[in-house]
């Protein structure tokens, strides 16, 4: 089994920056792609950023400019730095990995896993 473990969100002024972080842990998986999501109030999940294992990224075009997305693979961690935040950033924001599961019994699986979410809110 494993576990996404999210931190970093809070509340900001406008224009601010804040950090987010999400380790997975666990046994016997790789990862194969980690990105963020968020939710607003009355939205539906919307994809802001990801990365591959090999360093490929997209984003949001409404964050573009303004936000990173970057990993360390050998923490099984991703981080999004946002940057000149805006009071439509505010969300919860959702990492989301896409894991390779390996089974003691040699076979393995594609998994798709969720944090528990952790609140932005940018608001003066």
């Known amino acids: 089994q494993v576990q996404l473990v999210e931190s970093g969100g809070g509340l900001v002024q406008p224009g601010g920056s804040l950090r987010l972080s999400c380790a997975a842990s666990g046994s016997m998986f790789s990862i194969n792609a980690m990105a963020w999501y968020r939710q607003a109030p009355g939205k539906d999940r919307e994809l802001v950023a990801e990365?591959?294992?090999?360093?490929?990224?997209n984003y949001a075009d409404s964050v573009k400019g303004r936000f990173t997305i970057s990993s360390d693979n050998a923490k099984n961690t991703v981080y999004l730095q946002m940057n000149s935040l805006k009071p439509e950033d505010t969300a919860v924001y959702y990492c989301?990995?896409?894991?390779?599961?390996?089974?003691?019994?040699?076979?393995?699986?594609?998994?798709?896993?969720w944090g528990q979410g952790t609140q932005v809110t940018v608001s003066s």
């Open positions: 989301n990995a896409l894991l390779t599961t390996y089974y003691r019994s040699g076979g393995s699986s594609a998994d798709n896993y």
């Open positions: 990365v591959t294992r090999r360093g490929s990224t």
